[in-house]
DNA sequence: CGAGTGATTGAGGCAAGTCAAATGTGGTGG
DNA sequence: CCACCACATTTGACTTGCCTCAATCACTCG
């Protein structure tokens, strides 16, 4: 069923190793780290925005790094209610499993292409190369840490200070020329953030009342003093 | 200093693959997956309650086993405020890193004993023996899915569906005869699930009411009836 | 330029937090 | 062995930060 969609819908295949696409940035090229080692097989592949990529549960059968656009992780409880995991940006790689399935799901924020390989050829390549085996173990660590970060945000940080973290950890990731260019929804990051997206709002809105943060636009934003947003952050 | 006090107090060297303390459950002996492959010196070593194992942002020396007893890993904002991010019971390993340092401190939460061997050891390890660095992939990626599950509580569980998550997570970890023992204070528990102690203490009052659990202690818990409680867990 | 979605703002409610007091309990020394 | 003490837990009364519900506003994009 994957597989089909993936194959009706492919638009480039290539051997890694070959040039990358100007939106991965190449410091953090996780990818190229890996495929280039042992000669991977990369396809890429599109998404429209809100189209599913894997379900919760689903049998992980590749793994991904966002070329353009960006994709939320999350889980659903029984009634709807939804957390956000992580949100992944250009340059990140994201499905990434040691066990046999995907333990969050995955949609397309926006129109996204990503960049796979199959997660079995990974594990071969993890078996005879030991530096592979390494890079595999620090991209899921690095993971790890993320998610102890933000357990400490969920557990025990106010909307406000939440929502300082959020604009701090937004504008360190995508900031170009001092301005970030938001692509979720007031709803996506309330669901990340474990508030409601009005709270998230009235937060946004006092910040920028006192000056911190300047809007073009609901999701054009620019940090006009990141000492008082690191302040306001616990 | 960490050395030292470890030299000072150590109370047992063995190399591993030799028998194992009977607290160790045998099916998830995670620490001789490795120890075991490999031919690493554990030593083992004791520590009372409420002693610190390490702090966050110490350099990562070594990988602990419980043999008895139970740890917390947790974080605290400047103001005090802490996360829980894990308990460690007997058999589990913990502060296992894949960087540097740890990102959370850890503590005894009753008199403690622990194995131990050298981070540098199983780095060593892993880079000639390709099955102990996929052991050591895999317990990150364990650590991450508990994790990605306790996001989803702190971010989206009500205070009752907390609590009825902590039991069950507690009654499969800990239970004998039906009967789960807890070394942690109410606090602890609250820490652990973003709550206040005495939201906790009231959820488990309303349980106790409804005749899902029974109390000999305040510690001493049976739960009556698992069915009921997870159905309170959403 | 208008429709529709997303964002903001307001008013009121409530789940969980705070503060405080009473009760229970395990550990220890007489 | 038991009485006491220190601390953990429970319970009560009240507060509050965030949520819910609802209405208006403002972009974005046909």
Redesign the interface.
């Known amino acids: 069923m994957l597989t089909q969609s993936l194959n009706a819908k492919a638009i480039n295949t290539q051997i890694s190793g070959g040039k990358v696409g100007p939106a991965v940035h190449p410091v953090s090229d996780q990818f190229g780290a890996i495929t280039g080692h042992v000669g991977l097989v990369a396809t890429e592949f599109s998404y429209h925005k809100d189209e599913e990529i894997y379900g919760e549960d689903e049998p992980a059968e590749y793994v991904y790094q966002v070329v353009s656009g960006a994709v939320r992780s999350y889980?659903l409880?029984?009634?709807g209610?939804?957390?956000i995991?992580a949100f992944h940006l250009p340059g990140d790689v994201f499905g990434l499993?040691?066990?046999a399935t995907h333990?969050?799901a995955a949609e397309a924020i926006i129109d996204t292409t990503v960049r796979l390989v199959k997660r079995a050829s990974l594990e071969k390549a993890?078996?005879?190369d030991?530096q592979v085996?390494?890079k595999?173990?620090?991209m899921?660590?690095?993971?790890?840490?993320h998610?102890?970060?933000?357990?400490?945000l969920?557990?025990?940080?106010t909307a406000m200070e939440r929502v300082a973290t959020f604009l701090l950890e937004m504008d360190r990731r995508l900031a170009v020329a001092g301005m970030m260019a938001l692509p979720m929804c007031r709803r996506d990051i309330g669901?990340y953030?474990?508030l409601t997206l009005e709270t998230v709002s009235r937060a946004l809105s006092q910040l920028h009342a006192q000056g911190i943060l300047g809007f073009s636009g609901a999701r054009q934003i620019v940090l006009r003093n990141r000492q008082r947003l690191h302040n306001l952050d616990?």
Chains 1, 2 share one sequence.
């Open positions: 889980k409880l029984s009634d209610r939804r957390q995991g499993e040691s066990g333990r969050l993890a078996g005879t030991v085996a390494r595999l173990w620090t899921t660590a690095s993971e790890l840490r998610a102890e970060d933000h357990m400490l969920l557990g025990r940080k669901d953030l474990g616990a």
